[in-house]
């Protein structure tokens, strides 16, 4: 890691603004049904408070638009964070202004402070100047600790640090980049990834970025039946991209030309209709009837993948393998899954990059059995094309 981290700096009497994640899901009570996130980023919130530093949060929550909106206020947070952090968290109720300034000033050591959600204003998402200097203002030191918001430049992630001399990347921040770097630049080998996900084009940058780096990538998810179709087959109602087609067959003739392995599905699951207690089937893939659906990967296909990972050293997976939200159709998804917990208790590196799939592998009670589960889905999606995140790209070179 080339940047400086949480550990270079000296935290002692520092007022540090930290950019955590918080945008945790709450229910209608206002009640946080998954913590997750929170507790993601303890281990740098305890790091300053015991070194003696002020630790002033400030994350987003939801999508306000510029608009204050009491339902995603982050006070549940203050609070829910107060509990695991057994020490009393205060809260702000804006995160720029007099009043936030003058609550920054009052801190002693070893206090945490969160401020109101930065996206209650415009200029976080616009990645305003002013905003920024008023957001750094009162502030000594900033951490990074939010790898869910690195690849957006906005004004906590990006301009912020033009106010500071020293910008550091928090323990999450370098866990993330810890296990997706390693993987891309130095994976033990075989290293095979997995993709999954309803389109080609949410995935057509990760699929040209991985092949010539893995020794196998496997194709699942929605996006396989405009591969099929590429080929000339019937696929049904399945999902379609029209205008894909012919990047589909650009990507089967690189990867014929290549030296990764791209295995397609050889069965999948149909369903007459597409939604919960639909009558499904299994058949080949050169068998989708044409009244039917796609919504799942086939039992052969299962066990066609499962022999490519057995041997895996380094597995990286991104996107289920089918409509994992209807349990009829969450039978590929959940068997790749468990397979992969298998794996990684032989000694395999498994990472799940965030997103759908991170909340496929939590749904089964399996993300402490595997290497390393991602919280932040577009960001790790970014990071698998090959793309300079900004929220990373920003911080002090060491």
């Known amino acids: 890691m080339a940047k400086l981290t949480i550990d270079d700096l000296d935290l002692k009497g520092k007022h540090v603004l930290m950019r955590v994640d918080f945008n945790v899901p709450l229910d209608e009570h206002q009640h946080i049904t998954d913590d997750l996130r929170i507790r993601a980023a303890l281990p740098s919130i305890r790091k300053v408070i015991t070194e003696g530093g002020r630790a002033i949060l400030c994350s987003h929550l939801g999508r306000p638009k510029g608009e204050r909106k009491t339902s995603l206020s982050l006070k549940p947070v203050a609070e829910h964070l107060s509990q695991l952090l057994g020490k009393e968290v205060l809260f702000a109720n804006d995160c720029i202004g007099p009043e ?7 801190l002693k050591d070893g206090d945490v402070l969160l401020l109101e959600n930065l996206r209650f204003h415009k200029g976080e998402t616009a990645n305003d100047p002013e905003f920024a200097r008023e957001l750094a203002k009162g ?3 900033y951490v990074n600790d939010a790898f869910g918001t690195a690849h957006r430049a906005h004004a906590s992630t990006e301009g912020v640090t033009h106010y500071f001399d ?4 928090g323990y999450l921040m370098l866990k993330e980049l810890k296990y997706l770097g390693e993987a891309l630049e130095n994976p033990r080998r075989p290293f095979v990834a997995i993709l999954g996900g309803a389109k080609i084009s949410g995935k057509i940058d990760v699929i040209q970025n991985l092949l010539g780096k893995t020794d196998a990538l496997l194709i699942g998810g929605g996006m396989i039946f405009t591969f099929f179709k590429a080929h000339g087959w019937e696929i049904g109602k ?3 991209e029209a ?8 990507i089967l003739k690189a990867a014929r030309e290549s030296r990764t392995e791209l295995l397609l599905p050889v069965d999948v699951v149909v369903a007459d209709k597409f939604e919960a207690g639909a009558n499904t089937r299994v058949v080949g893939v050169h068998e989708i009837p044409a009244d039917e659906i796609g919504v799942d990967i086939g039992p052969k296909t299962i066990s066609q993948f499962e022999g490519k990972l057995a041997d895996a050293q380094t597995v990286v997976w991104n996107g289920p393998m089918g409509v994992f939200e209807i349990p009829e159709f969450a039978r590929g998804t959940e068997a790749i899954a468990r397979y992969l917990a298998e794996i990684t208790r032989k000694g395999a590196t498994t990472i799940v990059g965030g997103g759908d799939s991170a909340a496929a592998v939590k749904q089964l009670g399996l993300e402490d059995q595997l290497s390393h589960v991602s919280t932040g889905g577009g960001a790790s999606l970014e990071f698998l094309e090959g793309k300079t995140l900004p929220g990373v790209a920003a911080l002090t070179d060491k």
């Open 100 to 106: 936030v300034e003058a609550l920054k000033a009052s």
């Open 166 to 169: 020293q910008c550091a990347a």
């Open 238 to 240: 399945s999902l379609l």
């Open 139 to 141: 502030c000594d030191v």
């Open 243 to 250: 205008d894909r087609l012919e990047m589909a067959k650009e």
